[in-house]
């Protein structure tokens, strides 16, 4: 009986290590239902079987659960009942990592919407004839060229865009939203 409750009490600190629920910021939007709580300070009981519902939006994500590939979105399947590692891939990308609890004899429903963790900016210069050098984060990424720059495939979050013009420049912080373009437009008209 000490030895049942010495490891119950060792896994109760080891659930407790592996709660962090780490879905990436602004990459993952979701929520997960059904009658199953996911306290994670109360995990299911383990040993039996319970059903398990993954909705991606788009669609054809790969789940894994448990560290078992399940296969693309939408899954519909039993599962062994307790707390499981959840992880949602999308074009090579991990986009959601959290445990979730999978209760026996209940379905739980996890409905994700799913961003890939880039964003594009496009710079425009006033005026726009002119042939800028665009840096990001103190890289340089190319020329306005007498146009539009766009630069695609920027890690979401703060950026800080440097734009030249030979004799002048702007410094200034852009925030790059997943799956969408940002327009950043620099004056040198003004002073």
Excluded: W
Excluded at 170 to 184: A, D, G, H, I, Q
């Amino acid at each position: 009986m000490a030895f049942a409750a010495k490891m119950h009490h060792q896994i109760r600190i080891l659930g407790a290590a592996l709660v962090l629920a780490l879905a990436l910021p602004g990459m993952s939007l979701g929520e997960t239902s059904g009658n199953c709580s996911q306290d994670p300070d109360n995990p299911p009981a383990r040993g039996q079987s319970g059903s398990v519902s993954v909705v991606t939006t788009p669609e054809k994500a790969v789940v894994y659960l448990g560290g078992q590939k399940l296969g693309p979105s939408p899954i519909d399947t039993v599962f062994p009942s307790g707390r499981h590692s959840l992880t949602i891939m999308l074009n090579g990308e991990e986009l959601v990592k959290e445990r979730v609890n999978i209760c026996a004899g209940e379905k739980t429903t996890i409905t994700k919407e799913l961003k890939m963790p880039y964003g594009s900016v496009a710079v425009k210069t006033t005026p726009l004839n002119m042939n800028a050098r665009v840096t990001v984060d103190g890289e340089e990424v190319g020329s306005t060229r007498g146009g539009i720059l766009t630069i695609n495939r920027l890690e979401a979050g703060t950026r800080v865009f440097k734009v030249s013009n030979g004799k002048r420049h702007k410094e200034m912080s852009v925030n790059v939203l997943p799956e969408e373009t940002v327009e950043l437009n620099v004056d040198f008209k003004s002073k």
